[in-house]
């Protein structure tokens, strides 16, 4: 399923592993029957505005944001249903790579599905609403490149970016586990399999 390939690490709990997927369309074609069940959607933040990045979930939890804020739940607000199970090969994937990055027992209950288009980016945040921050995370990318920036434990801190294409995965955590981190705006671009878009799969384990 993997490449072979050497992890790097860019900063202090940050694994950088380009172009490690074997088969990446397999990936995105799993993408289809859970996307008619749980379809895209520009979920609102507390302070009511749209995020700019289209989100679905698979797994036992998904990541929801609304005018109550963030949080996992069991369900998709949309359509009252659980949300669609995720396909095995994306949890081996996920546990593999956590393996690579040097996190021997990660297990995920979710993978949150963030689709880019032209011009939507995501805010520098920190990924905190998970029980167990012992617990990396795991981060694949499909389709167009995009600058993502890497900050430090407080807002103001510097920011590095880094660039991630195609298949490309990024694993995190330790003492970096609540690092700022977000994506700059997507630029133009068609991608060949793709198109002009970019989507992302983070895996969780968010209870
Ligand atoms: C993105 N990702 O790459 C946005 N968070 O589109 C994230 O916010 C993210 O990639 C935690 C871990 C990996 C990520
Ligand atoms: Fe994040």
Redesign the pocket.
């Known amino acids: 399923m993997l490449a072979n390939g050497c992890p790097v690490e860019l900063a202090s709990g940050l694994v950088h592993l380009p172009q490690v997927l074997l088969e990446p369309m397999k990936m995105v074609n799993a993408l289809t029957p859970i996307l008619q069940q749980a379809p895209l959607r520009h979920m609102q933040t507390r302070r009511g505005f749209k995020l700019s990045?289209a989100m679905s979930n698979c797994g036992a939890l998904g990541w929801v944001s609304d005018r109550l804020g963030y949080r996992y739940q069991t369900y998709d607000p949309e359509t009252g249903k659980p949300w669609p199970e995720m396909p095995v090969m994306f949890s081996k994937v996920a546990v593999e790579l956590a393996a690579r990055a040097g996190y021997a027992h990660f297990w995920p209950d979710v993978c949150l599905i963030?689709c880019?288009a032209v011009g939507a980016k995501?805010a520098l945040?920190q990924?905190a609403d998970e029980q167990d921050f012992s617990q990396p995370?795991v981060?694949l990318?499909f389709g167009l490149p995009?600058l993502?920036l890497w900050g430090g434990l407080q807002r103001s801190d510097p920011v590095q970016k880094i660039v991630?294409d195609h298949s490309d995965a990024?694993v995190?955590g330790g003492s970096s586990r609540l690092n700022f981190?977000?994506?700059a705006s997507l630029r133009k671009g068609n991608h060949p399999l793709l198109g002009e878009q970019?989507i992302?799969l983070?895996f969780r384990r968010a209870c």
């Open positions: 990045a963030n880019y995501m945040h990924d995370i981060s990318s995009v993502f991630l990024l995190w981190h977000g994506v970019r992302n983070t």
